[in-house]
């Protein structure tokens, strides 16, 4: 059997007019600030299609750029300003940061209400606890992929290798508080590829160019590539041999065009989250 593909921009337009249609209805316009230190080119490329993405659906982006040189205090004082901002929603600190800026203290000084990136330590340990939270949204998008693929998350077993605050913690929690049965891999882990092919529901966040190779994954497993990854040729590649496992998988998501795209649109979602819940 072939692997059905899960086609995560149809996903994310789907969501995305979904969005609109729900921002058009609103008295006030949401509004987005998002922080870029630096000249990374490819944290400038996201920006950028952030703020496009924003726009399209009518939330109010709001760039601000800042030299590589920045001190910390001053970022943090920007952070606060946004924090007393009325017409900011949501904050995001683009990642990662230049030498010598603390992110995580940087994080930390961002309103929870308004962490739409969901990386603070409170919306962090409010979805450990099972509490509504912002959630991180490659995570977040993750889910809402294997919703749109039907894939029942109940008693399933599910392996998530990576164990990062940004991805593999984060979906974990989410598919434990979708009653699935969970495992976390990691670099430590002893034969990663027995616990992978155990695993009715994969997870790949390793960062690591198809590490997961096709007699590592079970028949008909669904597997989700959150992987991003650019070769010296150029070829953007996943977590996971697309074309070893898609044979043998059920469903499958492609990278590109698998999870990156729903990304930046439960960035979105957040953004009109986190507004409403504001306003209320
Ligand atoms: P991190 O580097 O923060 O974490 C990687 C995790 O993988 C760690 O837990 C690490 O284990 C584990 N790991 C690394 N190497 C191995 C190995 N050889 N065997 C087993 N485990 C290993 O990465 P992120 O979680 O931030 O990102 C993971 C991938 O997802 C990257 O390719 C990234 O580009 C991509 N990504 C994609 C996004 C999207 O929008 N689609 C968004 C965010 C990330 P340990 O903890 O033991 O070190």
Known sequence: ????????????????????????TLSFQPGLAVILVGED??????????????????????TIRLPADTPQSALESLIDDLNADDDVDGILLQLPLP???????????IDPAKDVDGLTPTNAGLLAAGQPALV???????????????VTLRGARALVLGRSVLVGKPVAALLTAADATVT??????????????????LIAAVGRPEMVRGDWVANDAVVIDVGINRLA??????????????????AITPVPGGVGPMTIACLLENTLTA???RRK
């Not at 976390?184 to 529901?201: G, K, P, Q, Y």
């Not at 040729?233 to 059920?250: K, N, W």
């Open 233 to 250: 040729d150029g070829r953007l590649v996943g977590d996971v041999a697309f074309d070893e496992v898609a044979p043998i998988a059920s």
């Open 41 to 62: 080119p490819a944290s400038r490329v996201y920006v950028r299609s952030k703020d496009k993405a924003a726009t399209s659906i009518g939330i109010a982006p709001r």
């Open 184 to 201: 976390i891999a990691h670099s430590r882990t002893r034969d990663l590829a027995a616990e992978c092919r155990r695993a009715e529901v």
């Open 1 to 24: 059997m072939t692997a059905t593909i899960i086609d995560g921009r149809k996903v994310a337009e789907a969501l995305r007019a979904s969005l609109a249609t729900q921002i058009a």
């Open 275 to 277: 507004a409403i819940r």
């Open 99 to 109: 030498a010598g800026l603390d992110a995580q203290a940087a994080i930390r000084r």
């Open 136 to 150: 991180a949204c490659t995570p977040l998008g993750s889910m809402k992929l294997l919703a749109a693929a039907g």
